[in-house]
């Protein structure tokens, strides 16, 4: 992945994050699936390397608020 890439992420991780830290419901459903995340990672008992990671769960991006919440539901 190159700088300009990962520059891209990152400026949409922070507008989303923006979009969630704004609307409560959001708020509660991201920590859910969060906290699931860290309980999922600490069960592994081994380290995998970030390339496998990213083989394991693709990224994923959304054009708008409600994409991201139907998402969010789906969970």
Not at 11 to 26: L, P, S
């Amino acid at each position: 992945m190159t700088a300009i890439q990962i520059d891209t992420l990152t400026a949409q991780a922070y507008r989303d994050m923006g979009i969630i830290a704004e609307n409560e419901g959001f708020l509660q459903r991201i920590s859910k699936y969060l906290r699931k995340i860290v309980r999922d990672s600490t069960e592994d008992s081994f380290e995998m390397s970030q390339e496998d990671k990213a083989k394991q769960s693709p990224g994923k991006a959304f054009d708008s608020v409600e994409q991201l919440d139907k998402y969010i539901r789906s969970l």
